[in-house]
């Protein structure tokens, strides 16, 4: 079984600071795909970010790069220069294997703050 | 080019009653995940289709089925309707059945059971 767990109910930052979202993970499979999904308030999940498993470098769009330690199985989102818009639910996923579905975490309230 | 859609955007039922929830996919894609919401929790995989085909089965009980037609919208009926079932319901749509590609997520059908 796939299980996704984000430790972190709720954060909070400054505009233009920086925070680091927590996710670890744990699967069987050998070849597996990591995403970070935006969930804005009242509107649509959209893709923040991927990471394939075999690859080593972090994944990095923008203001959003991934701290992805295979070992320890976590995976956690950096968002740099903290925006107004950047305050949604971020939910982590895992998918990947003989199976077609993701599997998400419980997510992560983020508000940045003026 | 128009996203996922999904109709109704709001439903209200009584227990017992039956619901059907419509998803059409982003143009081109060919399969649609299905997902449910529970206010809190991160989105839990209930259904795929790819190419008129289930692909993946989430643990939710037999109550619970959809289809896929030939121009690749699908719909989600849910029989016996339980309180439990008041969720947020999405829809997903990929090029193809897979968990490793983004999966472009629709408004979501918010369910009210009484």
């Known amino acids: 079984a796939q299980t996704v767990t984000q430790s972190q109910p709720e954060m909070s930052v400054q505009e233009a600071e920086t925070v680091t979202l927590s996710c670890t993970y744990d699967t069987s499979e050998s070849n597996y795909y990591l995403f970070w999904y935006k969930q804005p308030p009242s509107r649509q999940m959209i893709l923040v970010i991927r990471?394939?498993?075999?690859?080593?470098q972090n994944a990095t769009e923008n203001r959003f790069s991934v701290n992805f330690q295979k070992a320890a199985k976590s995976f956690s989102l950096k968002i740099s220069d903290s925006q107004l818009g950047d305050t949604a639910m971020y939910f982590c996923?895992?998918?990947?294997?003989?199976?077609?579905?993701?599997?998400f975490g419980k997510g992560t309230l983020l508000t940045v703050n003026p | 080019d128009a996203g996922v859609t999904q109709s109704p955007t709001h439903l209200i039922k009584t227990r017992g009653q039956h619901v059907t929830l419509r998803c059409s996919p982003i143009s081109g894609h060919k399969s649609v995940s299905w997902y449910q919401q529970v206010l809190g929790q991160g989105p839990q995989f209930i259904f795929q289709?790819?190419?008129?085909?289930?692909?993946g089965r989430g643990n939710f009980p037999d109550r619970f089925s959809a289809r896929q037609f030939p121009n690749y919208s699908s719909e989600l009926n849910v029989n016996a309707l339980l309180l439990g079932d008041s969720a947020l319901y999405l829809c997903?749509?990929?090029?193809?059945?897979?968990?490793?590609?983004?999966?472009?997520f629709g408004p979501g059908t918010r369910l009210t059971v009484l």
């Open positions: 289709y790819y190419e008129k085909e289930e692909r």
């Open positions: 996923a895992l998918g990947g294997g003989s199976n077609y579905k993701l599997t």
């Open positions: 997903a749509s990929s090029p193809r059945a897979s968990s490793y590609n983004e999966q472009f």
């Open positions: 990471q394939e498993a075999y690859k080593q």
